[in-house]
């Protein structure tokens, strides 16, 4: 099996390292990687610069976003189709709402418009000790025959968030769930500059199956995500209005 190795935290990050040496266990790898942090990215692409890669001894570190190191890694560099895109291992989560923004789910997703299977993996907690990075990693090693035998849509990606602030139950099959933050902005760090600061709301919104809420109780998430983002129902409805 031939992996696609990505993420968002840059090329020299821990978590994309810890899945290099796991997978590349058992499976031919090859990183294709931003040169530096690419966070918060969603699915950007490079379309007004032009895009510049190297080779280095852990991959291709790639100038742009994640989406443009998928793109430019199957669409260019590789001989051949991956048989899967892993994306990750995101320093911090990528539960709830807070997947609209991230490069690491968003990598995953260019994969799927390619067609390719897209995976992406996240640690519940911002610069966790490295153990939980080789635990997550191991857990996909583990489960990724199970994961690629799924009977998922070819538009469909799996989010994966591994937990760290509880111990490791098992692995939970759920939606995504809602978060909500305090935004604001607060002076920068250059004069005149400004940034934004989120602060997490407690809500109960949520619904107990959710990956927000099970995250919590230890298990490992896998929310099935789709590309295609239309609202059928809504349109099913709008159709009915006489114009």
């Keep these: 099996m031939r992996i696609l190795l990505t993420n968002d935290d840059g090329i020299d990050a821990e978590g994309i390292r810890a899945l290099y040496n796991e997978l590349s266990k058992e499976f031919d790898c090859i990183v294709v990687a931003p040169d530096g942090e690419r966070s918060a990215s969603s699915h950007s692409l490079s379309i007004h610069n032009d895009l ?22 199957i669409l260019h560099l590789l001989d051949s189709l991956p048989d899967v895109v892993i994306s990750g291992i995101n320093n911090g989560s990528n539960l709830g709402s807070d997947i609209m923004y991230s490069g690491t789910v968003s990598a995953a997703f260019e994969a799927a ?20 990075y080789e635990k997550a990693a191991k857990m996909l090693r583990d ?10 849509g070819s538009e469909t990606v799996l989010n994966v968030n591994y937990p760290v602030r509880a111990p490791f139950v098992g692995i939970a099959f759920t939606k995504a769930g809602i978060n909500l933050y305090n935004d604001t902005f607060v002076a920068g760090e250059n004069n005149g500059g400004w940034r934004l600061k989120g602060v997490a709301v407690e809500h109960d919104l949520n619904e107990s199956d959710c990956d927000v809420e099970l995250i919590k109780k230890g298990y490992a998430t896998v929310s099935p995500l789709k590309l295609d983002r239309n609202d059928y129902d809504c349109l099913a409805r709008l159709k009915e209005i006489k114009l």
């Design 143 to 152: 489960n990724l025959k199970m994961f690629l035998d799924l009977p998922l």
């Design 52 to 73: 510049f890669y190297r080779k280095t001894d852990a991959g291709f570190a790639v100038s742009g976003t994640p989406a443009d190191c998928v793109k430019i890694g």
């Design 113 to 132: 418009y390619l067609n390719v299977r897209g995976i992406a993996v996240s640690l519940s907690k911002h610069n966790a000790p490295h153990e939980y």
